[in-house]
């Protein structure tokens, strides 16, 4: 089977929706460069998914995300040739802690081979040390500033929210 071809990026994002009713779990991680090590890595992974639903994505990253605009945008690392993406999906609460598990498990698998960074849609909460990490601290300063003055309560959250600096 040919999975290889021109996708469109609309529906490029949608093709790891979350299935309704689904306990699912998700991270990603950039890589310079997959070497042997790391993609014995993912194929260990692969081997082991926790649910039949479950995947292990490998994506060739860079192209018009890393072009020339890039220097120009809040995410760092856009220039990572790759990013890994365990994708846990569960039907039932149990089956969700073993998806999560799992994904914790790759990522400090994979840890050794990372770049750094991350691009935040494709990961869920992870916490704010996550979120800084995509950002960069200056750029996330910087953006902390500019919620303090647009939105200082915190009202938009949702998503990988970026907390309003203290004044």
């Known amino acids: 089977m ?11 994002q949608c093709m790891i929706d979350d299935p309704p009713d689904h306990y699912n ?17 993912v194929v260990d992974s692969a081997k082991r998914l926790p649910s039949a639903n479950s995947e292990q994505l490998i994506g060739r990253w860079g192209g018009a995300v890393a072009g020339p605009a890039a220097e120009n945008t809040p995410l760092l690392n856009r220039g990572a ?18 998806a999560k598990a799992w994904v914790k498990q790759f990522r400090q698998d994979i840890a050794p081979h990372t770049s750094g960074g991350v691009w935040l849609n494709f990961i869920g909460d992870e916490g704010q040390d996550r979120i800084i990490a995509a950002y960069g601290e200056q750029n996330y300063r910087r953006l902390s500033k500019v919620k303090a003055q647009f939105d200082p309560d915190n009202t938009f959250r949702g998503n990988q929210n970026i907390l309003p600096a203290e004044h």
């Open 2 to 12: 040919d999975l290889v071809g021109p996708m469109g990026y609309a529906d490029f």
């Open 25 to 41: 779990y998700w991270s990603a991680d950039y890589h310079d460069e997959l070497t042997d090590d790391a993609v014995d890595i």
């Open 81 to 98: 040739a790759w990013v890994s993406h365990p994708f846990g999906l569960a039907e039932t609460p149990e089956g969700g802690q073993q």
